[in-house]
């Protein structure tokens, strides 16, 4: 069991870069693979990044890679996601997500056993 709490969310220009983080409570964080979703509304909530439980490897959409970098912490509990290049269509509601491992190069929802409170990421003209 984990509990995330996501901040750094806030408005960027167009161009802009952000950086989310997210801070684990629980003994067990570093057994856990993480993941960002994003979810804008009207929308289904997307897979944006993952990484596994020691770091070494990660995953993107193709919507954000080579824009954006996810990283962890473990000494600090904590993850991150450095965002750039921001697009108006990053815009979305930013969620923290712990699963058991990642499979296939992604995280789907199904596969996420605990959920952050979300931190909104507007980006503007």
């Known amino acids: 069991q984990v509990q995330l709490v996501e901040s750094g969310g806030g408005l960027v220009q167009t161009g802009g870069s952000l950086r989310l983080s997210c801070a684990a409570s629980?003994?067990?964080?570093?057994?856990?693979?993480m993941g960002w979703f994003r979810q804008a509304p009207g929308k289904e909530r997307d897979f944006v990044a993952a990484?596994?439980?020691?770091?070494?490897?990660?995953y993107y959409s193709d919507s954000v890679k080579g824009r954006f970098t996810i990283s962890r912490d473990n000494t600090k509990n904590t993850v991150y996601l450095q965002m750039d290049s921001l697009k108006f269509e990053d815009t979305a509601v930013y969620y923290c997500?712990?699963?058991?491992?990642?499979?296939?190069?992604?995280?789907?929802?199904?596969?996420?056993?605990?959920w952050g409170q979300g931190t909104q990421v507007t980006v503007s003209s």
């Open positions: 997500a712990a699963a058991r491992a990642v499979i296939g190069g992604r995280l789907t929802l199904g596969d996420i056993t605990n």
């Open positions: 629980g003994r067990t964080f570093s057994s856990y693979a």
């Open positions: 990484i596994n439980w020691s770091g070494t490897k990660t």
